[in-house]
Every structure is written in C-alpha cells, then in structure tokens.
C-alpha cells in the first residue's frame, strides 16, 4: 500500500490500519527522519569542501598599497589572477577528509536511531490503540451484562422480593461500569491521536490480529554490532578522533605549493619615471610553508584531540553496557509478560 506524505489516508472500519502499514506509514512521513537525513546529506557536502584541497584554489582581485622601495612610496594599482595548487601537504588534506567521513557516519547512526525511535514509538501507540479497543469492547459487554442483572433487581425490587440496598449496589455497579466504558474510551482516543500525528494516517481503527503482533515479536539476540545505532555512533567518534589526533599533528608540518600568478598594472606608467611597453607580468614560485608558533593554538589542539579519543573510547564501552542492559530487560520483562499471559488465560477458562 503506497503512503502518500502529504496527503492523509482514510481507513474504513472494514480495512482497518494494520500495525506494519502504521510502522512504514510512519517512517515515510514523520519530519524527525526527513530533518536527520537531511543533516546526513548536508555532511555528506562537507566532505567534498575537504576534497577541494587536492585540486587548484584560483583567486582574482585588485592590488595596491604603499611600497618603500619605489620614490613616491606607492605600490601601483594592478588586477592579479593567482593559482595555487597544493603537491603535498603531510597528509593534512587526507585527515581533513577521515574527520568528515566519521562525522558523516555519526550521523547516519543518529538517522539510524531516529528511525528506530519512530518505529518503537508508532508499534507501541498502534499496540495501545489495539489494547484500549479490546478494553472497550470486553467493558461494553460487560456493562450490558450489569444492565439486564440491574432489570432483573429493580423487577424483584418493585414486586417486593428484592431489597433496595440491592437495587442501589446494581445501579452503583452499573454506574462504576460506564466510569470504566467512559475511561477506556478517553484512553482510546488519546492513543488513536498519537497514532495519527506519527504516521499522518486518518483512521477509525486498527486490525486486532495476534498473529500481526507474534510476527514483530522482540527476541533477546545476539548483539550485531553493524546493526545498532548507538555503538556505531560510538565507533564513528572514535574514528573522529582519531582522525583529529592525525591532522592536529600534520598541521605542524610543512606544506609545498605551486603558486603562478599574472600581474597586470593598470596605469601604463606604474612607477615615477618608467614607462611600461608590457604592463603584465608573469610569476611561478614553488613555497614551503610550515607554522613555527601559533600561541599554543597547536599544542592545545592536540591535547584536545587525544582528550577526545579517549573520551570516544569510553563512549563505546559506555554503549556496550546500556545495550547488554536494555537486552537482559527486554528478556526478563518478556518472560514476566509471558507468564502474566498464562495466569490470565487460565484465569479466563476458569
């Protein structure tokens, strides 16, 4: 069934929403997903920006200023078009790039859990709706097998076989019932609108089908650690840092360019006393360039950076742990609910 995003679905009572329709229903449409995958792609540019460094940076612009080695002390008016092209820097373009590829990769893990949490969320409130619906349903009945026994009083209560305390406790009962209808149904609603704000999705109710709900049913498994958010967003702030360990210490060493320029003035008399048959001029210098002292920015930098990487190293072990522990849960709290499950069906049969 295809999901329009921008338009709501209607489900009659005869095609009731289905928890599986609800869950993809919720993924396509929900603006949390849209707003982290867009934050993905927009890291996915600062990639490229850091790839740029490999290839020509070419600048034009207007030159002029003071000179003290010309008589009247003026650097003459000139257009400049200068390239600068980088042969080899000590892997600091490398590093940029790892930095921006780990930043990416944390967050592909945050869209990663986001889409776990809108799914979690959406099963969840699709699982209330259903469980409120059945609660409304068995409270009905119930206030209708209360009504005809409260008939059945008042009749013994009117021909005299019947006291009126009796004929009070059966309407009191009945009262207490339609409290619980009245409860179930608020509860119903609440869930069916949370239901609708997270997957855009109009409807009058859900299937109630058991076999839907065995189907998504959480097993206690082996950890993949490909497949769960958090630990690779730890993993990627580690390669993040690791990164940034890297090129904090290439950024002390030297880098070689290649940088031409073209000159050319635009007065054909720049300097007192000269006249200019060529008013361009051409230039090719190869630099090495390297920071001697940068207030301690360098040195900071990098015990930054070694604070980080070992701050990413505990995140992981940090994630393991909430993972180990969010599994024994889930397993323990599945066994208690399976065990509550059979007290309550022999409880039925009885």
């Not at 890291?43 to 940076?57: G, S």
């Not at 059945?134 to 059945?152: P, R, S, Y």
Request: with cysteine; hydrophobic share 40%; net charge neutral.
């Amino acid at each position: 069934m295809e999901i329009n995003q921008h338009a709501s679905v209607y489900y009659p009572q005869k095609n009731a929403l289905e928890i599986n329709v609800a869950v993809q229903a919720a993924i396509q449409w929900h603006p949390s997903i849209e707003a982290a995958a867009n934050e993905l792609k927009t890291q996915q540019r600062h990639i490229d920006v850091a790839k740029a460094a490999y290839y020509p940076q070419i600048n034009a612009g207007l030159r002029g200023g003071y000179d003290s080695s010309q008589q009247d002390n003026r650097s003459p008016p000139s257009a400049v078009l200068s390239v600068s092209q980088m042969l080899y820097d000590f892997g600091k373009t490398k590093n940029a790039i790892n930095v921006e590829k780990s930043s990416s990769f944390i967050y592909q893990a945050a869209l990663l859990q986001v889409i776990d949490d809108i799914i979690q969320q959406t099963a969840f409130a699709v699982i209330e709706v259903q469980r409120f619906q059945q609660l409304v349903l068995a409270v009905k009945d119930m206030e209708a097998g209360i009504n005809t026994l409260a008939e059945l009083v008042n009749q013994r209560h009117v021909q005299g076989a019947g006291t009126r305390s009796d004929l009070v406790q059966s309407y009191s009962k009945l009262e207490a019932a339609k409290a619980r209808r009245i409860e179930y149904q608020t509860q119903l609603e609440r869930w069916k609108s949370r239901v609708s704000v997270l997957t855009g999705i109009s409807f009058n109710e859900v299937s109630i089908d058991d076999a839907n709900i065995a189907s998504i049913e959480c097993q206690a498994i082996a950890i993949e650690e490909s497949l769960i958010p958090q630990l690779m967003q730890a993993k990627a702030k580690k390669e993040r840092a690791e990164a940034e360990l890297s090129a904090s210490k290439a950024n002390q060493l030297p880098t070689l360019t290649l940088d031409p320029s073209v000159r050319h003035y635009v007065d054909d008399r720049p300097y007192t006393g000269s006249v200019m048959d060529d008013r361009t001029r051409y230039e090719v210098h190869l630099n090495l360039s390297m920071p001697l002292y940068q207030g301690g920015s360098m040195r900071a930098r990098n015990h930054a950076a070694q604070h980080a990487l070992s701050a990413a190293e505990a995140g992981i072990a940090s994630a393991m742990l909430a993972i180990r522990q969010a599994l024994q849960e889930s397993s323990s709290q599945q066994s208690f609910l399976r065990q509550h499950q059979q007290v309550l069906q022999n409880r039925e049969i009885l």
